[in-house]
């Protein structure tokens, strides 16, 4: 963050305000951030907590495939964390505590969905659900990626007599104990929730769609000495979290873009010894074998899944589904699977981000109909004709295996390097020209081209032309990119 932030009374004189949409952990950040600044601001939240991902995601099993003191914001490290890598439940507890410690919780409006938003007169103004209006001179869109959940086309759905469920509404209601549950998916939620229910349920019929690359990774307890030497000794942490991050940059972060070089080719031997090592069954194990390369998918992290799926209650389906049934899944080869409980673990509709609001830029122009061909933005923040419109963790920025708390507080300090060319006098409203945003696009899709995830898999990194979306170059560039804005590319006026 620059140095030259004004004090709140300057704040109030220049009477700019700032809304939030989301308090999940990118509208969190933004909060602190700003009342740091002393900058006005207010926090709309559509549900009755903060929390985002990890208060909409309550699955059994749930646990961040980013290491703990990673997954963290760098001005609050958590000595407390129980496990390498945390699960859900204290995740939404820390940002609870964070939001508390930070007092920015007073500042949330819960229970206000904003609907729609229109740069009109130079100031945004924003419309809520209720009706309610309000109005700012920047808008930051802290809205996601993983929350608007993807339901399969599968005939019959709605005739199922069972409970069912979507994994990112999770019926706590229901007891899978004894139960023979079945469960759609093999990502990221669908490996979790069959290592965290195989011991209490009578079977396990795990369906799957894309067989997936599985990096073994055990999940340890941090010790009562260890968290007791954190507490006593932050610089500890710091450390750690140091250590973890150069790892994860120099071993991973910055070879994606580069599908052929040593370091992925590693990657993937290391996932075809765990599948090797750990699957005995040989007719399982081509089940499980996927056919393209490891990290082309959103790579799986897991110690346990393998020990899951063999055990005697468990089944591993590989036929199409064909439809679902009163009493359970039919499968292409006429099999009925009789089911008590039917989890959907099929993802979610990443491509909205802010929508489904009306947000409307300069001029009437209209962010869906921009967005037509597919969600873009310029270093993945803001979109020309959309001034002081900021979006966090937004279309192109580093998705999947990465610390999203990373990637927002970096894009928190390129947001303020903007608003600071407001606080000083140089403009009213900023955003990228049409032209830098069409040559960041074009240099962007090139570089997609030779990513590991344009190595022949479909997934959600892809768009509607089967291209990747996300950033494409190493995070040492988007480092780079969010310190040092490129001013000369926008629209100032």
Request: negative net charge; hydrophobic residues 40%.
């Amino acid at each position: 963050m620059t140095a030259t932030h004004t004090t709140t009374a300057d704040s109030a004189r220049s009477g700019l305000r700032f809304i939030i949409i989301g308090a999940g952990m990118s509208g969190i950040l933004s909060a602190i951030k700003l009342r740091e600044a002393g900058l006005d601001f207010t926090i709309y939240e559509k549900a009755d907590r903060l929390g985002g991902t990890w208060r909409e995601n309550t699955y059994a099993g749930i646990t961040c495939d980013v290491p703990s003191h990673f997954y963290s914001f760098s001005f609050a490290l958590n000595p407390d964390w129980s496990r390498q890598f945390s699960p859900g439940a204290e995740i939404q507890a820390y940002f609870e505590d964070v939001a508390h410690r930070y007092k920015i919780d007073e500042d949330i409006q819960y229970g206000k969905a904003v609907t729609g938003a229109a740069f009109e007169n130079g100031r945004w103004q924003i419309e809520l659900a209720d009706g309610s209006t309000d109005v700012g001179d920047f808008l930051i869109a802290a809205t996601g990626v993983l929350h608007h959940p993807a339901y399969p086309a599968i005939e019959g759905l709605d005739e199922f007599e069972g409970a069912a469920f979507h994994s990112a509404r999770w019926d706590h209601d229901v007891s899978l104990a004894g139960k023979r549950v079945g469960l759609i998916g093999t990502g990221s939620s669908a490996i979790q929730i069959t290592s965290a229910v195989i011991d209490e349920v009578q079977r396990l019929s795990v369906f799957q769609r894309t067989a997936q690359w599985v990096m073994p990774v055990p999940n340890s307890d941090f010790s009562d000495e260890e968290r007791a030497a954190f507490r006593r000794n932050p610089e500890s942490m710091q450390k750690l979290r140091d250590e973890v991050n150069r790892s994860f940059t120099e071993g991973f972060a910055n070879v994606l873009g580069d599908a052929e070089s040593p370091v992925m080719h590693a990657i993937h031997d290391a996932c075809v010894a765990n599948l090797e090592n750990s699957v005995k069954d040989p007719g399982l194990r081509e089940k499980l074998r996927p056919n393209y390369r490891a990290a082309c998918k959103r790579l799986i992290m897991s110690g346990d899944f393998y020990d899951a799926i063999q055990r005697p209650n468990a089944s591993l389906v590989t036929e199409g589904i064909e439809r679902v049934e009163k009493s359970g899944l039919r499968t292409r080869d006429g099999k009925l699977h009789e089911l008590d409980v039917l989890i959907l673990a099929t993802g979610f509709r990443v491509d909205q981000f802010v929508r489904p609001m009306n947000v409307t830029g300069r001029g009437g122009v209209v962010l869906d109909e921009l967005w037509k061909g597919g969600p873009f933005a310029y270093m993945a923040i803001m979109v020309p004709e959309f001034p002081n419109l900021f979006m966090l963790n937004g279309p192109n920025s580093p998705v999947g295996n990465f610390s999203l708390i990373e990637v927002a507080e970096l894009q928190f300090q390129y947001v303020m390097r903007m608003v600071d060319q407001v606080r000083s006098g140089s403009c009213r409203a900023i955003s990228p020209s049409r032209e830098a945003m069409e040559r960041f696009d074009i240099e962007r899709r090139k570089a997609a081209e030779t990513t590991i995830w344009n190595t022949g898999c479909n997934s959600w990194y892809l768009d509607a032309r089967g291209l990747p979306t996300a950033w494409p170059f190493t995070f040492d560039r988007f480092r780079k990119e969010m310190g040092r804005p490129r001013f000369d590319d926008h629209d100032m006026r």
